[in-house]
């Protein structure tokens, strides 16, 4: 009984639907809640989902409803749909080769996986695994020299802080004190400075789930936001699903 009563708890705060929890007087060890943050993000491995995503950056401005197939570490299926549920672009990456088609343009154009080349589909400059990572409802924790935490009273929680000097790199993690859950994250070094938040939390297969996860960027300038109206957890995969063959007829267009 006590169980469920937390676990009830735990879910009507992620939905914003309760009091915010009391943080105990003194914080964990760092490293412990580093560990269980950790394991939080990996228990989700990939997903398949449909979702309303808009992008606003300089120069592009969007918004579509977008098939998605995600996993770790870095492979990514994304269909824009059109307004007759028609796909209007393909993209599919495993993290080394990027390949997209245009069917209106009958163009299929293939190269490295980059950044670059990602923001053809989402023009916010992510690498492969920053995308994937975001779409899971988390980020990549950067590897570090100096870790920290804090308490955010006001909100009910912990601040974990995660250095790299070598690199000149900080991310600050705003975490649920029981779930271990990101709620908030800000990411800045050199010529880049994010803010990611997540939220509308749900249950969907047992499993605590963002259904709204935004990015902010100030340095570039831009905005990410993905609304999940479907979505499957750790689905079985086929072996075509991040695959993209080349159409008949298309014009292949080599990305340096």
């Not at 009910?156 to 070598?166: K, Q, Y």
């Amino acid at each position: 009984m006590r169980k469920w009563i937390f676990l009830l708890a735990a879910g009507l705060y992620l939905s914003g639907c309760a009091t915010l929890p009391v943080l105990p007087p003194q914080p964990p060890p760092v490293e412990d809640l580093l560990k269980q943050v950790d394991a939080r993000l990996q228990a989700l491995q990939g997903l398949k989902g449909l979702a309303l995503v808009q992008v606003s950056s300089t120069g592009k401005s969007f918004q579509a409803q977008e098939v998605l197939f995600v996993q770790r570490p870095a492979f990514l299926r994304i269909e824009s749909l059109g307004p007759l549920g028609t796909p209007l672009l393909y993209l599919v990456t495993d993290g080394r080769e990027l390949s997209l088609y245009d069917p209106g343009e009958n163009r299929y154009y293939r190269g490295p996986a980059t950044a670059r080349h990602l923001s053809s589909a989402l023009p916010i400059v992510l690498e492969p695994a920053e995308a994937v990572a975001l779409l899971l409802g988390g980020l990549p924790l950067i590897d570090h020299e100096i870790s920290s935490l804090r308490a955010d009273r006001e909100k009910g929680l912990w601040i974990l802080d995660l250095v790299s000097t070598s690199r000149g790199e900080r991310q600050s993690l705003w975490v649920h004190p029981q779930s271990f859950q990101i709620l908030r994250a800000e990411i800045h070094r050199s010529g880049l400075s994010r803010c990611l938040t997540f939220g509308n939390f749900g249950q969907v297969q047992g499993v605590f789930f963002p259904k709204r996860i935004q990015l902010t960027s100030s340095e570039p300038r831009g905005q990410l936001s993905v609304e999940y109206q479907e979505v499957e957890l750790n689905p079985a995969w086929e072996k075509q699903d991040f695959q993209l063959p080349v159409p008949r007829g298309a014009k292949v267009i080599p990305w340096e």
